[in-house]
Nanobody
Framework: QVQLVENGGGLVQPGDSLRISCAVTGLTLTLTNYAMAWFRQAPGKEREFVAGFGSKDEIILYEQSVKGRFTISSDNAKNTLFLQMNSLQPEDTAVYYC???????????????????WGRGTQVTVSS
């Protein structure tokens, strides 16, 4: 059974940096096609795509407001996805979710409904 577990959220001040991670268990990323992404959901808002890529992608997609500040990456040897977030702002406050589509997709997907596997989320709060 595939499981995704996020880690690394917390409370930071505006302008600070934070790196969150997502550990994938139940499969080996180096042996499967996949699309993986980070989404976020703020109170009262819909879940939105933040950043993502596929195993065969040569491009990485970012939501417009995080371009230049956030970086998504993976360590396939450790089956882990990362999101480095710099210059955090209060509007980045949300629960951040890791999502995966394993074995069916190899290119980035931006719709939440395209992902079958989700973590429980990690809270990121940006406040002074």
């Amino acid at each position: 059974q595939v499981q995704l577990v996020e880690n690394g959220g917390g409370l930071v001040q505006p302008g600070d940096s934070l790196r969150i991670s997502c550990a994938v268990t139940g499969l080996t990323l180096t042996l499967t096609n996949y699309a993986m992404a980070w989404f976020r959901q703020a109170p009262g808002k819909e879940r939105e795509f933040v950043a993502g890529f596929g195993s065969k992608d040569e491009i990485i997609l970012y939501e417009q407001s995080v371009k230049g500040r956030f970086t998504i990456s993976s360590d396939n040897a450790k089956n882990t996805l990362f999101l480095q977030m710099n210059s955090l702002q209060p509007e980045d406050t949300a629960v951040y979710y890791c999502a995966g589509n394993f074995g069916r997709a190899a290119y980035v997907l931006t719709a939440p409904s395209s992902y079958q596997n989700w973590g429980r989320g990690t809270q990121v709060t940006v406040s002074s």
